[in-house]
């Protein structure tokens, strides 16, 4: 809810008209937009791209509805132009800002219902302070914001632990997949909204706040357009936990990864699933998953010991033959596609940078 601007004018309707119109293209942008223009290598969940542009399109019309506020005099007006707007940002800004949360998280097919259920009360509160044309019952509603914000957070804690233990059992490569710091971006500038709804009022505010939403704007883009798409169709679930006797008897999938995935060298495979290798050495992602957790470890672990092991060799080989190389192409010719996520991997695995493992190897 808008206050009346004061000093520097000017500066905030242009701040305050790139917003509204960068939300406007943006959600022309992903409703209409063929491929990715940001990230032409990545398919983006259709899912996620719908619903950020359901919610860039209500960021729009929130910013259509609260302009003509500023040139209203009559307090009564101001008043109920105030709570009419924060009725539709209850009913739809709200909840949309939880839907694009939920559907990052691709572990699941989650219900998108759940958010209006936990926004009513917003929108009832709303209708109470409009029906009585005063700010007084504000405070409960804004109480209410509150606690919704942190349940929503613990919630979201939760949810991004197992999302990622899902990456980690059925992915190989993590990169554009994993939205631990996305949300970490996201809650910080949530954060800094919920703070101008509550009214802690400081010098330029208003000019931060929108800032903030024009911050907020492209980092969802970016984040839309920079993740893959990971839905599991059920149809393959089914199939994948029908299996055959022979399947069914294999307790220890050892001989098998040795044959179709070490000796083949299959995990040099960029975006390498669980399924895929499952399907590769006879069996399904089920038994396979149960597999890798008796061994104490995750698919992702797995691979990615396999790749530093052929990293290791590739180096020494070369270190041998006097062959010239650099990190980043070894790293690339032992699957990785990253070479950021290489190193990453690489000090998990041995305690030590690549950098300072190469300076104490050629000691």
Known sequence: ?????????????????????????????LLFRRGNAFAPDIKSSARLRRWTAV??????????????????????????????????????????AIIVMLCMLQDRRRPLWPAWVMTAPLAVGMALCITKQSYDPLPLVLGYLLLLGIGLMMYMIRAIRQYDCWLRDNYADLEHKEVRQSF???????????????????????????????????????????????SISQSSVNEEMVTTEEQVTHNDLGPFLQKYCIDTQLYLQHDLTITQLAQAIGTNRFYLSKYFSRQGITYNAYINDLRIRHFISLYRKAVADLHPFTAQQLAHDSGYRSYSTFSLAFKQRMGLSVTVWMRDSAD
């Open 1 to 29: 809810m808008y206050k009346q601007p004061g000093q520097e004018e000017f500066l905030f309707y242009t701040l305050y008209t790139a917003a509204a119109v960068l939300s406007l293209i943006a959600c022309c942008y």
């Open 55 to 96: 919610f860039f399109g209500a960021l729009t019309l929130s910013h259509v509805w609260y302009m003509p506020g500023v040139f209203l005099t009559s307090d009564n007006d101001i008043i109920l132009h105030d709570l009419v707007g924060g009725l539709l940002d209850s009913m739809t800004f709200v909840p949309l």
């Open 184 to 230: 970490v971006v996201l809650v910080a500038i949530l954060l800094m909204t919920g703070i101008y709804a509550f009214g802690f009022e400081w010098p330029a505010y208003d000019h931060v706040v929108q800032v903030n939403n024009i911050v907020l704007i492209c980092y969802l883009l970016w984040r839309v357009e920079t993740l893959s798409d990971l």
